[in-house]
């Protein structure tokens, strides 16, 4: 299958500092990118949808602002969490979709940990 | 939206074939049905997805009921690798993937 990388793999930050998380697909133009969060012992939970060159839609109760999204290029998405708090800490999730609608690739996961 | 329902958890004997079930009573036409699991602290996997037709590659099969309303995973050969939650999805008509709580699969040797 297509493959999906996520940098870092782990980030450690105080609380009230900004993280940028990389997803990249390695093999294939992704023109729509997913970022999930899931808590420990819970199932994924859909943050945002974006598409290469667009505005990110966002799911209900997912701050915006706090949660910026970038999809510039169709192998590269960036997820910052700004001003990152102690319950922001968990692990991230980027997934990738490609011109076949029919699946979609997810990256490793990015462990955050907000002291 | 569309929903899955799954046990909690099952066991597996290493080895021997697993069935892993699903319903999804409100499915729609256009829903294709994907299978994922995920290993601790990893992302998801793609095991197999299917719309109306039993699907077989590799990994696994998928067999899908007639009237589309439940389907079932089927590991040939459990292995202590496969120990993972498996997710089932339906892949709603925007494209948009929401998992569920899945099933623990737990393989004993």
């Known amino acids: ?115 | 939206d569309a929903k899955t329902t799954q046990p909690n958890s099952m066991e597996s004997n290493e080895e021997e074939p697993v069935h892993l079930p699903c319903n999804h009573s409100t499915i729609s036409g256009t829903d294709y049905i994907h299978w994922y699991r995920q290993l601790p602290s990893q992302g998801p996997e793609y095991v197999i997805h299917g719309l109306t037709s039993n699907v077989n590659n590799r990994m696994a099969s998928l067999a899908i009921a007639e009237d589309r309303k439940s389907s079932t995973l089927i590991l040939h050969r459990a292995t202590l690798r496969d120990a993972a939650v498996y997710y089932c999805i339906l892949r709603l008509t925007n494209n948009d993937m929401r998992f569920g709580a899945g099933t623990r699969l737990t393989v004993k040797p």
């Open chain 1, 1 to 115: 299958g297509a493959v999906v990388s996520q940098h870092p793999s782990r980030v450690i930050c105080k609380s009230g500092t900004s993280v940028k998380i990389e997803c990249r697909s390695l093999d294939f133009q992704a023109t729509t990118m997913f970022w999930y969060r899931q808590f420990p012992k819970q199932s994924l939970m859909l943050m945002a949808t974006s598409n290469e060159g667009s505005k990110a839609t966002y799911e209900q109760g997912v701050e915006k602002d706090k949660f910026l999204i970038n999809h510039a290029s169709l192998t590269l998405s960036t997820l910052t969490v700004t001003s990152a708090h102690p319950e922001d800490s968990s692990f991230y999730i980027c997934s990738g979709r490609g011109w076949r609608p029919d699946t979609q690739y997810f990256g490793p996961g990015t462990r955050l940990t907000v002291l």
